[in-house]
RNA sequence: GGAGAAAUGGCAGAGUGGUCGAAUGCGGCGGUCUUGAAAACCGUUGAUCGUUUACGCGGUCCGGGGGUUCGAAUCCCUCUUUCUCCGCCA
């Protein structure tokens, strides 16, 4: 979330900003700079009560141990009346901080100054292209009829343990899951992040930290009994470790990612679109996230994207990067870019990863900061994250893009990873 | 799941109702000494909210929440976590 200073000091910026998300923050910044000019308000009168309370009692200690109690009496005489004052005064603060934190929550994140307006992903922006297209017949199969003929992925089987969205992989299929997982880590680690191998579940804390909650609960399978969240993405537990953290300057960057299941509820997502693997409900992805100083945060956005680059090429997948619209991107981001692979059998392209900068929304939230070496002070870091990757897409171009007459061709770069070159 | 013990600053560890934000040690930072370093010695060293042009000043925080009291790290309730013992278990 912002903070409440922003909005104090920068209120027209952060209207105008908040436009390229077709977001009115009019009404809610006006709200919010009454709420916090109360809440000062109110702590101001508060302190005084408590400081002249503070000193009243001291002196009652004071005068006890000198055996006086006649004027120790006296003197307690005026501490019921403030008592009175300060407690109703902590309720109204109490009431005002909890109404701004809910309005603050409202506020999307402040978009950085290359995101440009848009209404939705239509007016995404292309800025790289690359790798081969594949050389296809007209008549390349999907995945969904390709994992059939080979038996590597079984949807149905899926249908029968759990429902739909929950793939069974199989033999070839399941040894391809568990070489590409292992290829995205060891890549990883060459680019310089260290593993993590995290809790699926997490506790509501860690949903507000990186914003799944309060507003997005829908999105995540809620295991009610303990009140735990099946996460929809690494990012969350590998990002809530910083909660509440007060980093030292010369750690920065941090650099981590993390291997883990994915489950994501999906209501009421429905269509040709979502055929196959192209939308589950739980599947494998390896995420990296960084925490940045700063003015270092659009670098470290560089290297990100570069590093996903570098991965789509070793698999020999034709990509293009999307620089999202204010539309398109998500709410607490400033900054995302796309990744898309093309499929030739469903000829189009499909999302497998996206790589954003939250700045300080994330870290304001977790109360992730850094001290500051010259001026002592403690600052927000920023947080950033991008999938590499999300596997079940790219599996589908996979499978589509290298189908032949013999069987599935693997990429040279997965052979090591698979122990095999074909799939038949 | 049952019984008991505990939770204090970066770490270790005192403190059981009145200048306690908290002794002491370690660590960190600054300094003296030294050609340099070590040792020794001296000083300093938490977070957070508010206020102030500023120097400052005030409030809150001793696992979380609530309560008793003029006053709580200290007493009471409750939750969580850790340790020990028992049970169960991959």
């Given amino acids: 979330m912002l903070t409440s200073g922003i909005i104090r000091e920068k209120r027209d910026f952060v209207i105008e900003k908040l436009k390229v998300k077709n977001f009115d923050a009019t009404e809610i910044t006006a709200k919010i700079i009454e709420t916090d000019t109360r809440r000062r308000d109110i702590q101001v009168r508060a302190d005084s009560l408590m400081s002249e309370m503070n000193r009243i009692s001291k002196v009652i200690g004071k005068l006890y141990a000198e055996n006086k ?37 409202q506020l999307p994140n402040l978009p950085h100054e290359s995101v440009k307006p848009g209404k ?84 509501e804390e860690s949903g507000f930290g990186t914003g799944q909650l309060p507003d997005k609960e829908g999105q995540m399978y809620h295991v009610t009994e303990d009140n735990l969240y099946l996460i929809p993405t690494a990012e969350v537990p590998i990002t809530n470790i910083y909660r509440d953290v007060i980093l030292e300057e010369e750690q920065l960057p941090v650099m981590n990612m993390g291997y883990t299941q994915c489950f994501r509820r999906e209501a009421g997502s429905w269509g040709a679109h979502v055929r196959g693997l192209n939308r ?51 709410f607490t981001s400033a900054l995302t870019y796309d990744f898309e692979v093309w499929s030739a059998g469903q000829k189009r392209w499909l999302e497998v990863s996206s790589v954003s900068n939250f700045e300080s929304f994330q870290s304001n939230r977790l109360k992730c900061r850094y001290r500051d070496k010259e001026t002592k002070q403690n600052q927000l870091v920023h947080t950033l994250n991008g999938s590499a990757l999300a596997l079940p897409r790219i599996v589908a171009a996979l499978l589509e893009n290298n189908q032949t007459p013999r069987g599935i061709r693997v990429p040279a770069a997965l052979i090591p990873y698979t122990g095999f070159d074909i799939i038949d």
């Fill in 69 to 105: 109690k006649a004027e120790a009496d006296a003197a307690r005489a005026r501490t019921g009346e403030l008592k009175e004052e300060i407690k109703e005064l902590s309720l109204k603060r109490a009431e005002a901080e909890d109404l701004l934190n809910e309005l603050l929550v």
């Fill in 120 to 203: 939705g992903e239509n007016e995404n922006e292309t800025i790289r292209e690359g790798g081969k297209m594949p050389a296809m017949s007209e008549d390349a199969l999907p995945h969904w009829d390709l994992i059939k003929r080979y038996d590597i992925i079984d949807i149905e089987l899926g249908n029968k343990l759990t429902g739909a969205g929950f793939p069974v992989y199989k033999g070839k299929g399941a040894r391809l899951q568990r070489a590409l997982i292992n290829f995205f880590l060891d890549e990883g680690e060459k680019a310089g992040f260290s593993e993590i191998l995290p809790p699926v579940l997490v506790n």
């Fill in 280 to 330: 589950l409900h739980q599947f494998d992805k390896v995420e990296i996230v960084v925490i940045s100083h700063p003015s270092k945060s659009y670098e470290t956005l560089d290297m990100m994207l570069k590093h996903v680059e570098h991965l789509v090429n070793l698999l020999e997948l034709p990509y293009r990067v999307l620089r999202l619209c204010g539309g398109d991107i998500s």
